[in-house]
């Protein structure tokens, strides 16, 4: 008589694995886009929220991501499983996203703001893509956080 169970190694990290992927969904996949749609809206406006709404997506993500790191390092039999491989995928276009691509776009944000001619760019494109890749290699973190056991 044996009872399958599923098991949580590391909650903290999953609850942090999960809320990083809601808050960039919401963020980045809907209110992105939806706030120029709001009547009123002009893009300088868009584009102000924007800033101020991403550079504080970036600092919950970079919580998220150090609690997730705490507790991996806590949970010392855990830090060479593979399945953290999955967790240096976000953590390193986090990374990317912190030091290169916001204060690029940031930038790019303010001379629009500013009323100059910005030349088209493809760095949205790279953030979206980013974005794609960090909540998918998230949610197969996530999941490698269950353990299916037998007792």
């Known amino acids: 008589n044996s009872i399958a169970m599923t098991v949580v190694k590391m909650p903290i ?4 694995t999960f809320l990083w992927i809601g808050f960039v969904c919401a963020i980045s996949f809907m209110e992105a886009w939806l706030k120029f749609r709001a009547p ?5 406006l868009g584009l102000g929220i924007g800033r101020l709404v991403f550079n504080a997506l970036n600092k919950v993500e970079l919580v998220f991501a150090l609690v997730i790191i705490i507790n991996i390092f806590w949970n010392t039999t855990e830090i060479l499983k593979w399945q953290n491989l999955a967790f240096a995928i976000p953590l390193t276009l986090l990374f990317i996203q912190t030091f290169w691509l916001l204060p690029a776009l940031d930038a790019r944000a303010e001379l629009h ?19 794609l890749v960090k909540v998918a290699s998230l949610t197969i973190f996530g999941i490698t956080l269950f353990k299916n056991t037998t007792i």
Do not use: D, K, R, W
Not at 40 to 44: A, D, E
């Open 113 to 131: 703001i500013q009323g100059q001619i910005v030349p088209p760019s493809n760095l949205h494109f790279y953030y979206v893509g980013l974005e």
């Open 40 to 44: 009123g809206i002009t893009v300088p």
């Open 13 to 16: 990290a999953l609850t942090c």
